[in-house]
């Protein structure tokens, strides 16, 4: 495992674009059963490609650990890179899952967004993946199928 270089380093400066090479990993320490693992990010930020407008939503990480976890912080200048990063809602979510993936190979992973209104809509994302040839291939394809069946009612955030 790589040295984690961010945790308790009070000098750290704030990306001024996309970086996933910001993201840091640290041994899962119990690989003898499976978890759950939530992070809610309540203050995401990004742009909009087209009109370069602020966008604001809550990202929610979730996944289930293999040999690797990400640590918070990184994961945290990680999103907060996205900032001046121009991308749609669904681009985000799916690259966040991307970048986690290629970082953790977890055995289960979901990423979800719940972007603030403009124009009077809002858009929530989601996308997910379980480990090819393991039984959370099969979790990840009933909880996508499954995903917003009972959608919660919307009182403009």
Not at 11 to 20: D, E, I, K, L, Q
């Amino acid at each position: 495992m790589e040295k984690l270089t961010l945790l308790g380093n009070n000098g750290v400066t704030y990306a001024g674009g996309y970086n996933p090479g910001i993201l840091e990993v640290f041994e899962n320490k119990h690989r003898g059963h499976d978890y759950f693992v939530k992070f809610n990010c309540p203050e995401f930020t990004g742009l909009c490609p087209v009109t370069g407008q602020p966008d604001f939503g809550t990202i929610i990480v979730a996944y289930v650990p293999d040999m690797k976890m990400v640590e918070s912080k990184s994961l945290k200048l990680y999103l907060f890179s996205f900032r001046n990063h121009g991308a749609f809602h669904e681009d985000c979510v799916n690259l966040i899952m991307k970048d986690l993936i290629t970082l953790m190979e977890p055995k289960y992973i979901e990423v979800q967004g719940k972007f603030l209104p403009r124009g009077g809509i809002s858009i929530d994302p989601y996308c997910n993946c379980g480990k090819a040839g393991t039984r959370w291939e099969e979790v990840a394809w009933k909880r996508l199928a499954e995903h917003d069946m009972y959608p919660e009612k919307v009182d403009n955030r």
